[in-house]
């Protein structure tokens, strides 16, 4: 969901298949329904429901990528109630984009491990104050400065940026800017660290020359240390946001990243236990708390571990090895996914080895004789794992691999196909929020909905319509305005030869 400047919901409704002509992932918008009043669980599956049905998708709907609001479980919820043996729990998959950024913001942020939510929005509301000047600018600095050098940085990037002067004067010494924080992404807090870092002497002379106004917002040696420190333990975060965030990203990085970063987590709680430093232990603590959850939710559906056990360069043996410290949960996600092949793809395998003509007790003896040597999946996650060229699903799309595994062809297709994060979701809201610009403001959320529509089409090459590029979608997008506003003038007032305005009446 996105709050339009508009002040209307707009749900974004993307699907993720395999196309069996391109063969390769291709994703596509449905629609983008508008909510203009309460737009909560039930409202977002009734909205959900009308375009599975208007496309003939109810059985056809795979896995649910989402961030982590409860809102999306009681959708789920509530689209169970609609399909049959549709199952909320397993089919729910977790953005890991905005479990990291809930991880990561508990690390900047959180006093302890239960205060994240909290954190998040006393951070939310200290922006908005200062973007607003309703609190005076002092007053919203020292509540930065509580925050220690993290705040303070942040403090000497607004005196920079407040005035016109400082800002061109700054940027032509140091040939770039240092982009400010904002109160929605915790790797803007970390780009901000990252550059000031490397801009650092810079940054320590512009304090020198303005000492009189940032003494209380000076960084000396050990705070930039701390600093440094800081940006050290989010790096590997902000690289996993990076690389799980690409079209070409695959579910399998979920666990595959959330064990790194319990190595991570454990080497840096490990590192300040014996340095002493209970500043960082304790953010280390907060954060780890938090994502301790988000991973144990992961056992909620078979999807994850189906995506190592079925990469070709994983199998088995990543478990084995990743796994050796918690050897004994094995056996259950091994078996968790079994569960999935039987149930919705071994049982092709059944029909189709039948033989028609011949008889019951015939087809008995070939499955309890063939049974254990054609189990797919049974031969496929023991069998040595390889180096494979491109991704697991461009792997699985081959002829070679489908004739080998015919039917756990078709579950890996499904489980590769669900992206790792609910990116293509944020990129549409960039879109739509592009195009409600101030010179399309007149566009009904009817006409926005067909506007994005139309751009997923045709970047994803969908479309065989008169549009061929994304730019003739907003042209004719720019076209429907100046027709609106055409006729808004028409139906609202008439002008007499003198030029003046009169009141529109029906003659």
């Not at 429901?49 to 059985?59: A, F, I, W």
């Amino acid at each position: 969901m996105w709050t339009a400047p508009t002040h209307t919901g707009y749900q974004a409704i993307v699907a993720h298949f395999v196309d069996s002509n391109k063969k390769k992932i291709t994703k596509a918008l449905l629609a983008l329904p508008e909510h203009k009043g309460s737009h909560g669980g039930e409202q977002q599956a009734k909205a959900f429901m009308d375009v599975v049905d208007d496309y003939g998708l109810r059985s056809k709907l795979g896995y649910f990528v989402s961030d982590n609001h409860p809102s999306n479980d009681k959708m789920l919820r509530h689209i169970a109630e609609e399909i049959p043996g549709f199952n909320p729990i397993n089919r729910r998959i977790r953005c890991n984009g905005h479990i990291i950024n809930l991880v990561a913001t508990a690390f900047l942020f959180a006093t302890d491990k239960t205060s994240v939510k909290a954190a998040m929005e006393y951070t939310k509301n200290l922006a908005l104050d200062e973007q607003s000047e309703k609190k005076p600018k002092e007053e919203t600095a020292n509540e930065w400065r509580k925050m220690g050098p993290l705040g303070q940085l942040h403090n000497l990037i607004v005196h920079i940026r407040s005035s016109t002067q400082r800002y061109n004067t700054f940027k032509a010494l140091t040939g770039r800017s240092i982009p400010l924080d904002n109160d929605t992404r915790w790797n803007s807090w970390w780009l901000e660290l990252h550059i000031s870092l490397s801009k650092r002497k810079e940054l320590m002379s512009y304090s020198d020359d303005y000492y009189d106004e940032l003494k209380h917002d000076f960084l000396n040696r050990e705070k930039w240390e701390e600093l440094q420190e800081i940006h050290d333990c989010l790096q590997p975060f902000y690289d996993i946001t990076i690389d799980t965030q690409g079209d070409q990203s695959t579910i399998d990085q979920i666990l595959t990243d959330m064990d790194f970063l319990v190595t991570h987590l454990k080497q840096m709680e490990q590192h300040y236990r014996l340095t002493n430093n209970s500043t960082l232990l304790q953010r280390v603590m907060n954060s780890w708390y938090l994502f301790d959850k988000y991973y144990d939710l992961t056992d909620d559906s078979p999807a994850y571990a189906a995506a190592i056990l079925l990469h070709p360069s994983l199998r088995k043996s990543y478990l084995d090895k990743k796994w050796s410290h918690q050897a004994q949960y094995i056996p259950s996600t091994i078996e968790n996914v079994r569960k999935l092949w039987k149930k919705e793809y071994k049982m092709e395998r059944v029909v189709q080895t039948e033989e028609v003509n011949a008889s019951k007790f015939q087809n008995w003896r070939k499955e309890i004789y063939e049974d254990d040597i054609v189990d797919e999946y049974q031969n496929f996650i023991n069998a040595p794992r390889h180096k494979i060229v491109g991704t697991a699903l461009d792997w699985w799309l081959e002829p070679t691999q489908q004739a080998m595994y015919p039917n756990l062809s078709h579950m890996a297709m499904d489980i590769f196909s669900i992206p790792p994060m609910s990116v293509e979701a944020e990129r549409i809201f960039a879109g739509a929020r592009r195009t409600m610009s101030w010179t399309r403001c007149t566009l009904g959320g009817r006409m926005v909905e067909q506007t994005e529509c139309l751009k997923s089409w045709v970047r994803e090459q969908l479309s065989d319509g008169i549009f061929k590029t994304v730019g003739e979608v907003e042209e004719a997008a720019d076209t429907a305005v100046e027709q609106l506003s055409t006729n808004e003038i028409s139906a609202r007032s008439r002008y007499t030869p003198e030029g003046s305005p009169e009141p529109y009446t029906d003659d």
